[in-house]
Nanobody
Framework: QVQLVDSGGGLVQAGGSLRLSCAAS????????LGWFRQAPGHEREFVGA????????AYADSVKGRFTISRDNAKNTVYLQMNSLEPEDTAVYYC????????????????WGQGTQVTVSS
């Protein structure tokens, strides 16, 4: 069983930065992938990026590549989503999620989800 708690959302002006955190609890994370997704009002949930816990390999959606960075702190069992150069189009509820073994951009392939944290970017 994996439990995920998202935090760090808020209101920021366009061009600003935010760092989201995902605190994870499980017996071991060595085989897990931690992903970030977001859902804006009236839109489907979309993949933002993900990281493999063991190797720290990352993948990103084209829309955030070069602006967002995912990292992990093994000692704290926490994954971070550093978001820079934020745009109003980044406004959404952001969720972290976990699945086994390999990175996937499909939300239905993630078995565990955090509660979500709201990010609002004003123009």
């Amino acid at each position: 069983q994996v439990q995920l708690v998202d935090s760090g959302g808020g209101l920021v002006q366009a061009g600003g930065s935010l760092r989201l955190s995902c605190a994870a609890s499980a017996r071991t994370f060595i085989s897990y992938v931690l992903g970030w997704f977001r859902q804006a009002p009236g839109h489907e949930r979309e993949f933002v990026g993900a990281i493999t816990w063991a190797a720290g390999r990352t993948a990103y959606a084209d829309s955030v590549k070069g602006r967002f960075t995912i990292s992990r702190d093994n000692a704290k069992n926490t994954v971070y989503l550093q978001m820079n150069s934020l745009e109003p189009e980044d406004t959404a509820v952001y969720y972290c999620a976990a699945r086994l073994y390999s990175i996937s951009a499909r939300d239905y392939e993630y078995a565990y989800w955090g509660q979500g944290t709201q990010v609002t970017v004003s123009s």
